[in-house]
Each structure stands twice: as structure tokens, then as C-alpha cells.
């Protein structure tokens, strides 16, 4: 078999021209889905079971299906019904990118509030302790005792779920859109090159993990600075 | 509020785990300035006992009064009462992500609503009071066991409380150690404070104590002055206990 290499010079420049829309993806997909996440868990550490049942199903149907059917529901399913096409949800789920966003971020939301919640088990019960004897309010414990150390011991599963998600908006060329999988896919189906196109696209989603995970090494090794015992 | 009231009152008070009791009908009275040690063999309920005086743990039956606050289900009073009481753990629990400093500010900024210069300057005060002021950047873990633990007895002296508990203070530091947070616990019986210590440091037991209580399966056993405690106790439980940890 031939390589050519030409073909990737050529190509590389279009498929790099989809970044921003994979990046698009990737961080309002992150942020919204965090912020699902901090919602899940308050709901299931909240003690009341109407609101720990939901968010427990919730978690339940989001994990236990596939992204990409989550992907197709929301996509061929959410306009056949008219309320939805009613509502002031509509421009976003009009929208393939809209609908890829929404889909990415209820599913990573799934998954990062129970790394979440793996942090906040992980908090020495003592500690809380400590912050009762000394008079702090269940308010005060959480944001300034178990908050601060959970988000240190949930950062590499964490990390680890960005990842992922990066891998995931791949399937957002599935409904139409021209992000870098997107984008590769056409110019194989121009050019009937599929090695050397999604070998080099494969190259390109390496070279963003390893950025994600330089990034978050980083943020580990600053919020981690109290756990060495070196100053 | 009656100044003649014994500031720690515990009436008939019973604490259950599940089916297992943890506390029988335990009857105590302490008086202001007075110095309580409590020993007893593991699992005899010392530890609960005094985390149900700041409502660590709840008590299930009797009666708990702490400076004529009784301890219930309302918040309020709970609050009330861990205002006036200081607490330190066996294992420092200092919280690993402040620095040393931030450790003694936090809870009086947060819950005394102190202001942060302030707060800075008590928390500074009760460093050198434990005479380690110079450790005051440092995170904990970067702290020998001794000197956390000298930070948690500060951190609690800074919400300045008319009682200290202290629960097994020594149990988890190394032996070169002990001296020097027992020292600061002298320092503080000689100043007046209010103390129920449970420990096993018979020494300091001796030389401290108003009382010693000797617990033995959820129960007090045996309450006595020093003296009478060590020379001539009344229960076999009491003498079995005694001639297991004096001699070696």
C-alpha cells in the first residue's frame, strides 16, 4: 500500500479548519455539563429523597445508554414534537451543533456528578467533624472544607471524563456537522484516502489530549501544592 | 444564669448504635475550672460520651446541659453550645488545605464573624501560646505530629471556649512527642479552663486531674480524686484496668 503523504499537506490545513467547531463542542459541552453535574450532586447529597430519586434515575438513563443514541434522540427525536418546537429551546435544537451540545452535555453531566460524588466521599469524615466542634454551619463545611478538597481528589477522573467528551464530539459529524471528524470524513469520500485522512485526524485529536492532560497535570499539581510535604 | 449550676450536666443519659448501647444511664457533673480525666479500656463509651457533650453524637435518652443550655434536636442551641466548647481529636483533623494560620482564622471569621486582621492576630496570639508561631505558613502535613496537634488545641483556644474536650490527644503520636502537647494541656489546667480529657496518660492523669472516671462497658465505674483512684480504687474492673496499664 502507498502512502501519501502529499495528500495529508493538502487535506491537514481543511480538516484543522474544523478546531473550532470540535473546540465549540468540547467547552460548552464541558461547562454546561459541569454545571448539570454540581446540580446532580447537591440533589443527591441533599438528603431528600424527591430529589436524590431523580438525579439518581437521571444518572442511571444517561450512563446506561449509548452517547450516540443520545446523539439521534435528540436530533431526529426532539422535533417531532411540537412543544419542543413551541418552546424557547427550539433556535438551540433547530441548530445540529445546538442539538450536539445538548446531547454531549446531559451525558458527560451523567458521569462527571459521580466522579463528583466519589470526591466528596472521599473527604475525611474528621475533618467535618473538626468544622461541627468549632461551630461551622453544613453551609460552611461544604464550600469551605469538603468543596476545596473533593474538587482536588475528583481532578483526575475528572480529567480523564474531558477526554473523553474530546473523543465524543466526534460523533457530532454523525448529524451534519463539519467539525475536524466531519470535515476528514468528506475528504475521504472525495478522495477514497481513508488511511492517511483519519490517520492524520487521529494524530490531531493525540496532540489535543496531550494538551488536556498537560493542562490538568498543572491544575493537580497546584491544588495538590498542600499535600506535599516540601514547601 | 446560676453561677452555683455545674457548667457540664449529664442526667441518666443513655446512647444507642443500632441495638448495641454505648452509654448507660451515665450521670456526670462538672463545675467551672474543674479538670476530668476519663480512662477506661477501648469500646467503654469514654469517646462517646464526650462527643455527645458538643453533640458529636446524639444522645438517645437523659439529659445533656451545658452552661444551662440544654443540648436538643434546635440548632440554635446546638450552635449555642459549640460556641463554648473547644474540642481535639485523636488525629489533629487539621484541615490539610490551609496553611497553618488559616487553619486558626477560618472558624472565627466564618462563625465568630471576626474581621480577618483580627482574626489573624488571636490566631498568632495561640501560636505562641503552643510555641510554634513560626510554623504559621506552613501546611499541615509539613508539621510533626506533635506540633499538629499543638495547632488543633490553638484552633480550638481561638474560639475561646469555656470548655475543652480533649479525646485521646496523645493516641497517635510518637512517643517523643507526647510531652510536648501534654505540656500545653498543663499550661492551659493551670490557667482555669474547663477540661474532660480522655486519655490513657496516667501520668498527666495524676498530676492534672481534679477526678478521674473510669469507664468500663458504657458505664462510669468508678469516680475518684487522683490519690484515692490510684492507691486504693473500690471496683475489681477498676484494679484489673489499673494493674493492666501500670504494669508493665
Known amino acids: 500500500m502507498s502512502f501519501d503523504f502529499s495528500l495529508i499537506i493538502d487535506s491537514l490545513p481543511k480538516m484543522l479548519g474544523g478546531i473550532g467547531i470540535t473546540l465549540q463542542l468540547l467547552v460548552v459541552s464541558a461547562v454546561l455539563g459541569l454545571i448539570l453535574a454540581i446540580i446532580l450532586l447537591l440533589m443527591r447529597l441533599s438528603g431528600k429523597w424527591w430529589l436524590d430519586w431523580p438525579a439518581q434515575v437521571y444518572i442511571y438513563v444517561f450512563r446506561g445508554t449509548p452517547i450516540l443514541v443520545q446523539i439521534f434522540i435528540v436530533y431526529y427525536g426532539f422535533p417531532q414534537f411540537e412543544f419542543i418546537r413551541d418552546s424557547i429551546f427550539w433556535p438551540i435544537l433547530r441548530e445540529p451543533t445546538g442539538c450536539a451540545i445538548v446531547a454531549l452535555s446531559l451525558n458527560t453531566g451523567a458521569y462527571v456528578s459521580e466522579i463528583l460524588r466519589g470526591g466528596v466521599k472521599g473527604v475525611n469524615k474528621g475533618l467535618l467533624e473538626a468544622g461541627s466542634a468549632l461551630g461551622m454551619s453544613t453551609h460552611q463545611k461544604f464550600i469551605y472544607i469538603t468543596a476545596p478538597i473533593a474538587t482536588r481528589l475528583a481532578l483526575p477522573a475528572y480529567s480523564n471524563d474531558v477526554i473523553s467528551l474530546l473523543k465524543s464530539t466526534a460523533l457530532a459529524s454523525t448529524i451534519t456537522i463539519a467539525d475536524m471528524t466531519g470535515i476528514a470524513r468528506t475528504i475521504v469520500a472525495e478522495t477514497y484516502a481513508p488511511y492517511e485522512i483519519f490517520i492524520s485526524m487521529a494524530i490531531i485529536y493525540m496532540v489535543f489530549t496531550w494538551i488536556i492532560q498537560k493542562t490538568f497535570g498543572r491544575i493537580e499539581r497546584y491544588l495538590g501544592r498542600y499535600a506535599e510535604r516540601e514547601a | ?248
Do not use: W
Open chain 2, 1 to 248: 444564669m446560676n453561677d452555683t449550676a455545674p457548667l457540664i450536666q449529664l442526667h441518666n443519659v443513655d446512647k444507642f448504635f443500632g441495638d448495641f448501647q454505648a452509654l448507660k444511664n451515665i450521670d456526670l457533673e462538672v463545675r467551672k475550672g474543674e479538670r476530668i480525666v476519663v480512662c477506661g479500656p477501648s469500646g467503654s463509651g469514654k469517646s462517646t460520651m464526650i462527643r455527645c457533650i458538643n453533640r458529636l453524637e446524639e444522645h438517645t435518652d437523659g439529659r445533656i446541659i451545658i452552661d444551662g443550655t440544654e443540648l436538643t434536636d434546635k440548632i440554635k442551641d446546638i450552635d449555642a453550645v459549640r460556641r463554648e466548647v473547644g474540642m481535639v481529636f485523636q488525629s489533629f483533623n487539621l484541615f490539610p488545605h490551609m496553611t497553618i494560620v488559616k487553619n486558626l482564622m477560618i472558624a472565627q471569621q466564618l462563625v465568630r464573624k471576626t474581621p480577618k486582621t483580627e482574626a489573624r492576630e488571636v490566631a498568632m496570639r495561640y501560636l505562641e501560646r503552643v510555641k510554634i508561631p513560626e510554623q504559621a505558613g506552613k501546611y499541615p502535613i509539613q508539621l510533626s505530629g506533635g506540633q499538629q496537634q499543638r495547632v488543633a488545641i490553638a484552633r480550638a483556644l481561638c474560639m475561646q471556649p469555656e470548655i475543652m474536650l480533649f479525646d485521646e490527644p496523645t493516641s497517635a503520636l510518637d512517643p517523643e512527642m507526647i510531652n510536648e502537647v501534654l505540656d500545653v494541656m498543663i499550661d492551659l489546667a493551670k490557667d482555669g479552663m474547663t477540661m474532660i480529657v480522655v486519655t490513657h496518660e496516667m501520668g498527666f492523669a495524676r498530676s492534672v486531674a481534679d477526678r478521674i472516671i473510669f469507664m468500663d462497658e458504657g458505664e462510669i465505674v468508678e469516680e475518684a480524686e487522683p490519690q484515692t483512684f490510684f492507691d486504693s480504687p473500690v471496683h475489681e474492673r477498676t484494679k484489673l484496668f489499673l494493674s493492666q496499664i501500670l504494669n508493665h
